[in-house]
């Protein structure tokens, strides 16, 4: 079945719903599908469960969606940077919940949600705080840590270019979450820059396959980010 191609962002996430755990792509600002997230904030769901590999930066994407509580449970790799402000200040006065999660633990659980795999054992974060509470295991001599998959009730991403049937093709790093993350969700909204008829993506550079994908929408010329709307102001 063909995507459903929504005439807007705010189309596109209006079905998003509050509890939701939503998976957003991007590795900082690379890849982040920003009009997404600002059609999400500007809709009104709230209490989700965030999977990104950070917590945001500055006053834009999901640095909004935490600063204004929209997000009560985060999972990602890096939760702390120079403009991660939103963030601490969610985080001290105890209004938000975080998982913290490896990086290339958190790619893979997302690949395992993607591949059906149960759990996996991984030697990461063995020994630390972050085993605390699960199942270890030695195989080999070697000490594991049994980890489980991150599923998502929807997952936003980014891609340069789509056809109508929803095969997307990325732009260079841009990619980095996106094709795993809608391979581990229910649900797959992306926006792309443009939309193509089907046939004319050489099928060589299509990294993610339609099946994954649920919604697609045009976002030729971004507009203005709400946060730099707010700036200007």
């Given at each position: 079945?063909?995507?459903?191609?929504a005439a807007s962002a705010?189309?596109?996430?209006?079905?998003?719903?509050?509890?939701?755990?939503?998976?957003?792509?991007?590795?900082?600002?690379?890849?982040?599908?920003?009009?997404?997230?600002?059609?999400?904030?500007?809709?009104?769901?709230?209490?989700?469960?965030?999977?990104?590999?950070?917590?945001?930066?500055?006053?834009?994407?999901?640095?909004?969606?935490?600063?204004e509580r929209r997000v009560?449970?985060?999972?990602?790799?890096?939760?702390?940077?120079?403009?991660?402000?939103?963030?601490?200040?969610?985080?001290?006065?105890?209004?938000?919940?975080?998982?913290?999660?490896?990086?290339?633990?958190?790619?893979?659980?997302?690949?395992?949600?993607?591949?059906?795999?149960?759990?996996?054992?991984?030697?990461?974060?063995?020994?630390?705080?972050?085993?605390?509470?699960?199942?270890?295991?030695?195989?080999?001599?070697?000490?594991?840590?049994?980890?489980?998959?991150?599923?998502?009730?929807?997952?936003?991403?980014?891609?340069?270019?789509?056809?109508?049937?929803?095969?997307?093709?990325?732009?260079?790093?841009?990619?980095?979450?996106?094709?795993?993350?809608?391979?581990?969700?229910?649900?797959?909204?992306?926006?792309?820059?443009?939309?193509?008829?089907?046939?004319?993506?050489?099928?060589?550079?299509?990294?993610?396959?339609?099946?994954?994908?649920?919604?697609?929408?045009?976002?030729?010329?971004?507009?203005?980010?709400?946060?730099?709307?707010?700036?200007?102001?």
């Open positions: 079945m063909a995507p459903r191609i705010a189309e596109a996430v209006a079905g998003i719903a509050d509890g939701s755990t939503v998976l957003i792509g991007g590795f900082g600002n690379a890849g982040q599908p920003m009009e997404l997230i600002d059609a999400l904030l500007q809709g009104g769901a709230t209490d989700l469960t965030v999977v990104n590999n950070n917590a945001g930066q500055a006053d834009e994407g999901l640095a909004l969606l935490i600063k009560s449970k985060i999972i990602c790799s890096f939760p702390r940077q120079s403009d991660s402000w939103h963030f601490d200040g969610a985080y001290r006065a105890g209004e938000i919940e975080l998982e913290l999660v490896p990086q290339g633990n958190l790619a893979e659980r997302l690949r395992a949600a993607g591949a059906g795999i149960g759990a996996f054992f991984t030697p990461t974060g063995y020994g630390t705080q972050l085993a605390e509470g699960k199942e270890t295991r030695e195989i080999d001599g070697k000490h594991y840590v049994l980890e489980y998959p991150i599923k998502g009730d929807v997952a936003i991403i980014k891609a340069l270019t789509a056809d109508t049937k929803g095969n997307l093709v990325y732009r260079k790093t841009a990619r980095n979450f996106g094709p795993i993350m809608a391979a581990a969700a229910a649900q797959t909204i992306a926006q792309v820059k443009s939309i193509v008829p089907a046939g004319q993506l050489d099928p060589e550079n299509v990294v993610t396959n339609g099946i994954y994908v649920d919604t697609l929408v045009e976002i030729a010329n971004p507009a203005t980010p709400v946060s730099q709307q707010k700036k200007d102001k």
